[in-house]
């Protein structure tokens, strides 16, 4: 029987979506970074890490996918200082996050979820099509990000290279490896 057509749309987010975006990010980091990050990064990573940055929601730079409805990815951009993580993890650092200058500073590439259910379909791509062409369109001629190893496949793919590689110590201890990577506009 021939699959029915499915309808794909990206939106910005809304407060009233980064409680299921939360869950969704859970669900997508427990399938789909094993083989990257042991059992206890996964659970450290939830904690402290990983999660709906809400000050890009209010920048209205925080997007969802919707198949046929249903959230199925998250991700955006920033033309902050703050490179990675959720708000727990800005708590943590208690960053300020003060606006970068475009044109002399990357913009960064922010917290890329896709729901397991949903994984290889071309969903992380498409939010960064719309990401990178939003960043250029605001000025900035690069852009940065932190990537997670599950994350880096998809950014090498995309175009960016590895700068440096970062041991992220999180407050039990728990050191999360990532790397790096910029990409020229
Ligand atoms: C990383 C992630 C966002 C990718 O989402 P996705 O929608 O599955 O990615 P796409 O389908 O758009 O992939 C585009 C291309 O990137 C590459 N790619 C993506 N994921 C890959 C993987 N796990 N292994 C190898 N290549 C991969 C492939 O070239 C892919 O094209 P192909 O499927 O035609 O081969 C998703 O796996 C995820 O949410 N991972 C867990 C959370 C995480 O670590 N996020 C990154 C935070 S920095």
């Known amino acids: 029987m021939a699959e029915s057509p499915q309808r794909i749309t990206l939106r910005r987010a809304t407060p009233h979506d980064i409680a299921p975006l939360n869950a969704l990010i859970d669900a997508s980091v427990r399938r789909l970074a094993p083989g990257f990050y042991d059992a206890q990064q996964i659970e450290s990573s939830l904690r402290h890490m990983f ?3 809400s000050r890009l929601v209010d920048d209205g730079t925080y997007f969802v996918i919707e198949v046929n ?3 199925a990815a998250c991700g955006g951009w920033s033309g902050r200082q703050t490179l990675f993580g959720g ?3 800005k708590a943590d650092q208690q960053a300020t ?3 970068v200058e475009p044109g002399t500073v990357p913009a960064r590439i922010r917290a890329f979820f896709v729901h397991p259910d949903f994984a290889r379909r071309g969903l992380a791509r498409r939010m960064y099509e719309h990401c990178a062409a939003e960043a250029r369109a605001a000025g900035f001629r690069a852009l940065e990000l932190m990537g997670t ?3 880096v496949p998809l950014y090498r793919t995309l175009g960016f290279e590895t700068l440096e590689k970062v041991d992220v ?3 039990d ?3 999360i490896p990532c790397e790096r990577m910029r990409l020229e506009l």
């Open 51 to 53: 999660g709906v940055d």
């Open 169 to 171: 110590l999180l407050p």
């Open 149 to 151: 190893l599950p994350g």
């Open 87 to 89: 708000d727990q993890h």
């Open 173 to 175: 201890g728990v050191v």
């Open 97 to 99: 996050d003060a606006p």
């Open 69 to 71: 409805g249903v959230r």
